[in-house]
T-cell receptor, first 114, second 119 residues
Framework: AQSVTQLDSQVPVFEEAPVELRCNYSSSVSVYLFWYVQYPNQGLQLLLKYLSGSTLVKGINGFEAEFNKSQTSFHLRKPSVHISDTAEYFC????????????FGIGTKLQVIP | AAGVIQSPRHLIKEKRETATLKCYPIPRHDTVYWYQQGPGQDPQFLISFYEKMQSDKGSIPDRFSAQQFSDYHSELNMSSLELGDSALYFC??????????????????FGPGTRLTVL
C-alpha cells in the first residue's frame, strides 16, 4: 500500500514570492508520484508527474517538483507565485503498472496574498 | 481533445433516496475509476473497472454499487442516501497499456465531478 503525507494544510505566501509545498510518500514498491491542483469548485488538474528518469520534473504554470528517493519526498516548488495560483494542491501516489488507483494526500491550501 | 464526461454535474437528493451518477471515459479508454471527495477532504478511491470487470475496490459503502458497460461508460448507483454522502464524486479514465519487462504507466484523466447534495 502507498500513502502520502502533506506536511502543511495551509501555506500563505505573498505574490511574487517563492513557495514550496511539501510531500512525503511511503511505499514498499516502486511508485508514480503526482501533484494535482484544484481551483475552488472545480475538478482536479494534473500539474506534473514523476514516473522515472530525471528527478526534477517540470509541470504546467511554472511549477516543478523534485523526487528524492532517499528522503521519500516529492516537494512542489514555484519561484514566483501569482494570485491565480491560489488553490488547493494535492500530492498523490500510485503503484506502477496496470490499473492502479491514485491515493491522495489531504491537500495543501495555497493562499497567495497580494 | 475529448475529456471525461460526468453527468449530472449537480444533483440534489433527499435522505433515503437513490442516485445514479454516470461517467463517460475518454474514447478508447478501457479503465474507469470512481473517487469521493467530502467537504474539505482529499479524494478517496471507491472502485475501479477494467474491461467491464471490477479491478479494485476501496472504501465504497455496501449501499453503493457500480458497473462498467460494453461501451465502457460507468454508472455509480447509490441507495439509501445519507447526509454524509454529500460530496464531489470524480470519475477518471485511463487506457491500460501493457509493456513487457517494463513498468506500464496509465495516466488517469479526471472528469469535472458530480456534486451530490443530500438534504
Amino acid at each position: 500500500a502507498q500513502s502520502v503525507t502533506q506536511l502543511d494544510s495551509q501555506v500563505p505566501v505573498f505574490e511574487e514570492a517563492p513557495v514550496e509545498l511539501r510531500c512525503n510518500y511511503s511505499s514498499s514498491v516502486s511508485v508514480y508520484l503526482f501533484w494535482y491542483v484544484q481551483y475552488p469548485n472545480q475538478g482536479l488538474q494534473l500539474l506534473l508527474k514523476y514516473l522515472s528518469g530525471s528527478t526534477l520534473v517540470k509541470g504546467i504554470n511554472g511549477f516543478e517538483a523534485e523526487f528524492n528517493k532517499s528522503q521519500t519526498s516529492f516537494h512542489l516548488r514555484k519561484p514566483s507565485v501569482h494570485i491565480s495560483d491560489t488553490a488547493e494542491y494535492f500530492c498523490a501516489v500510485s503503484g506502477s503498472g496496470g490499473y492502479q488507483k491514485v491515493t491522495f494526500g489531504i491537500g495543501t491550501k495555497l493562499q497567495v496574498i497580494p | 481533445a475529448a475529456g471525461v464526461i460526468q453527468s449530472p454535474r449537480h444533483l440534489i437528493k433527499e435522505k433515503r433516496e437513490t442516485a445514479t451518477l454516470k461517467c463517460y471515459p475518454i474514447p478508447r479508454h478501457d479503465t474507469v475509476y470512481w473517487y469521493q471527495q467530502g467537504p474539505g477532504q482529499d479524494p478517496q478511491f471507491l472502485i475501479s473497472f477494467y474491461e467491464k470487470m471490477q479491478s479494485d475496490k476501496g472504501s465504497i459503502p455496501d449501499r453503493f454499487s457500480a458497473q462498467q458497460f460494453s461501451d465502457y461508460h460507468s454508472e455509480l448507483n447509490m441507495s439509501s442516501l445519507e447526509l454524509g454522502d454529500s460530496a464531489l464524486y470524480f470519475c477518471a479514465s485511463s487506457l491500460y497499456v501493457r509493456t513487457s519487462g517494463r513498468r506500464a504507466y496509465n495516466e488517469q484523466f479526471f472528469g469535472p465531478g458530480t456534486r451530490l447534495t443530500v438534504l
